[in-house]
């Protein structure tokens, strides 16, 4: 079995505790032993990798993965690739998740039914490289909302599931469950990008909302909801869906129904979509701030402020994750959201990381009961070693040359050290 020592890193270990030098040691593909200062662990049959100067982190989770989109600027971009084009694009997309640290990806939705599916499929069996994946389905919604690309006229098929009552939403998520998804997606509120249904409506009915948590969690699955109304996000958390996506909006009592639900819900806020564009970042592709203005955007960005902030300070597990894909808010980019966090959420650095480690490991293992997300004894091996220190600069982890090495289940993945120890030789 191989066994792998990382020596003289700064370790920061996801745990709460401050960061401190020491060296790891990898047996198969979980963490045997950490170890305090230099020199404590047996050298005898292990190749040692040279860290010092570098910090020793977790992988982290796009808790929010959409692995099929790429430069996204309209839901044309989704529906118009052939299959076989858009199973090449996602396994491209899974590659640069992993080359910038994302070693999980849990999938919130695909543009096609197994998209997903495939990629996670040949990951797991060694012949592509990407994270290890929960595969997202088709969003399922129902007539009239988002997700609903149809006219009379125009009965034009988007990236959804169109659903109407229990039994339909029942046979649609058999569908997705017989398909190998291993994650059910519901649009349950509406969205700025549609006006015939805005954010604050909830377009989906509790029924259905319901019908879907129990025939997913039937087959074993998990259901992942996109919600940004008050009346969406209490149908969720009352359903029992397990990852709530948005939730803008809020009140006393939705803060304390997320309250009584802790332990078993975890929140992506996607804050990057709103922060591109108010920021004009969009702009170049005819969604400028002045037209988000129009859309209402700056104040659902005011409304997740407020609900993020008073979930932070309830305890409520937090993920990042921010609707990455589109050509405005490029995959490989997703570690900006650890700042966005800390800027618009009041995070620290520390624990904006800990959303991305810690929680979302805890999230990808909620099935299997392994343990992902922080380095200690028996966790699995998902490791990054940065050249800096990432809690005094958190742009470092959205540089991948800044990544020396990367883990992923105890296998090397990437392996650049050579070139800083060359460096401190010279």
Known sequence: ????????????????????????????????????????????????????????????????????????????DLIAPPPEEHTLLTARVAK???????????????????????????VDAGRLPGPRIRAGSLEITVTGAMGDESKLHNPRKGPSIIVDGP????????????????????????????????????PMAYEEILMAVETAHAYGRKVNAHTRSIGGTQACLKAGV??????????????????????????????????TIVKNEAAGYGLSAEIGGYM???????????????????????????DYGFA?????????????FVDYYGYT????????????GALMTSVSGDKLGEI?????????????DPLADLSLLCDATRLRLIIKDGAIYKNDTAAIAHRAAA
């Open 376 to 388: 200690g004894e028996g966790y699995l091996a998902d490791l990054l070693l940065v050249d800096g």
């Open 242 to 275: 397990d990852v709530l996506f948005h939730c803008e909006y809020s009140d006393e009592k939705t803060l304390d129904m997320f309250e009584e639900a802790r332990d078993r819900v975890f929140v992506v806020p996607t804050v990057s979509l709103f922060h």
């Open 296 to 322: 209402g955007i700056p104040g659902l960005l005011e409304a997740s402020v407020a609900t993020h902030t008073a979930l932070r300070k309830r305890g409520i597990r937090h993920l990042i994750g921010g």
């Open 96 to 122: 640069v998740l992993l080359d910038h640290g994302f070693t999980s990806a849990w999938g919130a939705s695909e543009a096609k039914l197994r998209l997903g599916v495939a990629v996670r499929n040949e």
């Open 167 to 202: 039994e339909e939403m029942r046979k649609a998520v058999r569908l997705c469950c017989r398909e190998g998804c291993d994650n059910i997606k519901l649009d349950v509120s509406g969205d700025p990008f549609y006006p015939n249904t805005p954010a604050n409506t909830t």
């Open 1 to 76: 079995m191989n066994k792998t020592i990382i020596a003289g890193a700064r370790i920061w270990d996801a745990s709460g505790a401050a960061p401190f030098d020491g060296e790891v040691l990898i047996i198969g593909n979980r963490i045997s032993a950490v170890a305090r200062g230099a020199g404590q662990l047996p050298r005898s049959g292990a190749t040692v990798i040279e860290a010092r100067g570098m910090t020793l982190m977790p992988g982290m989770t796009e808790g929010h993965a959409h692995l099929s989109f790429e430069a996204v600027t309209s839901t044309e």
């Open 349 to 360: 650095p520390g624990e904006a990381l800990r959303c991305a480690t810690r929680n979302g």
């Open 328 to 340: 405005w808010s490029r995959q490989g980019t997703n570690a900006r959201d650890l700042q966005f």
